[in-house]
């Protein structure tokens, strides 16, 4: 899901984009629009957030957006899925789940994202990037609890 695909959206789901300057006090902005979309009681909500913001963070980092551009950020709940997507305005090398040593005081976005996230890619295309992930709402069946 980049935010300009069409996309077929079940009548329970919740959809919510903006635009974000490429500054950091907007990451904080980025992680109040998963709860905006989620309401903190979901239970994705903490691991959305989390995502949202290393991701946001990138997009400043790492991309042209943080040279005066603007990112984008695209929540979709699901009844059985939360998918987020932050568009970038795209960097000369493509998204790197690169491992920080233990001494580094970044490197861990991407890791976080591949440990958290049951999916999740990038496509790049236009000068832009964007990084999206899911995370899937597992609920357990009647009987397994112990």
Do not use: Y
Not at 34 to 62: F, M
Request: net charge negative.
């Amino acid at each position: 899901m980049t935010p300009s695909s069409p996309e077929t959206i079940d009548p329970g789901s919740h959809r919510l984009e903006l635009r974000f300057p490429g500054i950091p006090s907007q990451v904080a902005r980025a992680r109040s629009l998963v709860t905006a979309v989620l309401g903190r009681d979901h239970p994705l909500h903490d691991d959305c957030v989390l995502l949202t913001s290393e991701l946001a963070t990138n997009a400043i980092l790492h991309s042209r957006s943080g040279a005066g551009g603007e990112f984008t950020v695209t929540v979709l709940a699901a009844r059985d899925v939360v998918r987020v997507c932050v568009e970038d305005a795209g960097s000369e090398e493509p998204p790197c789940a690169c491992r920080a040593n233990a001494q580094s005081t970044g490197g861990r976005g991407l890791p976080l994202l591949e440990a958290l996230s049951h999916r999740w890619g990038f496509t790049r295309g236009g000068g832009r990037t964007a990084v999206w992930f899911e995370l899937p709402l597992v609920t357990v069946p009647a009987g397994w609890a112990v």
